[in-house]
């Protein structure tokens, strides 16, 4: 099984998977990447997963499905491009060979799904679209800060060698503001660099790993004593009011 980050826009990833014959792809927000990657890898486009509604991640849906006859996957509860199979937390996928469940990941939108893939002996996988960066998390645009807060949760609770394949490449800037919540954690400075060193030579820092952003992601660690510590410094009255996550997001929203 192959898996190739597809870049589109300025800074997004359409996530495809093949096996030498078919493909899948997550989250095309453009066609035409996804059109290359089929000619270049010489497989055929078979089915499209969904993260949630947003442009940048479902603009390429009909061209594609209507190009390949693709079939598509996507939430529930979300404005989506027609026709497709809708899918609710709990329901599998088999995608060449990869059992994929979905989970339920609201936050970032109300109806946004994430899709964890396992087989045996092979590491397990996650297509989290924008509930998880790199160091970071989603923005609250329809979801509250308790929704993502739980949904990190689950996502944090997988196993620690899930790769995480994030849609967008968010990284270095998550990771700058990381570094001003935890300034004394080894683990995120030695990831910085790393990541840097990637980005300097063009490469993706994705996908990462669960164990990976237990270590470095503030949005993981609320409950350690130097990020609680950190944003009470930041605005202790909205700590008392909205609680240490919602206060960190709030600080991300504005962090410069």
Known sequence: ????????????????????????????????????????????????????????????????RDATGAQVFGPANEPMPEPLRRVHGGDHIHVLGVDFQVLDVPGHTTGHIAYFGTTPG????????????????GRLFEGTSAQMQHSLAQLAALPDATRVCCAHEYTLSNLQFARAVEPDNADLMDYSAR????????????????????????FLRCTQPTVAASVCAFDAAAVERDGIFATLRQWKNQYR
């Open 1 to 64: 099984m192959k898996l190739i980050p597809l870049p589109a826009f300025v800074d997004n990833y359409i996530w495809m998977l093949h096996d030498g014959q078919h493909a899948w792809v997550v989250d095309p927000g453009d066609a035409q990447p996804v059109v290359l990657a089929l000619q270049r890898e010489g497989v055929q486009l078979q089915g499209i997963l969904v993260t949630h509604h947003h442009p940048d991640h479902t603009a390429g849906v009909n061209i594609l």
């Open 122 to 137: 092979a590491t397990p996988l996650l297509f989290c679209g924008d509930t998880l960066f790199s160091g970071g998390c």
């Open 195 to 218: 990541a840097h060193h990637l980005r300097v030579q063009g490469l993706p820092t994705l996908p990462s790993s669960i164990g990976l952003e237990r270590q470095i992601n503030p």
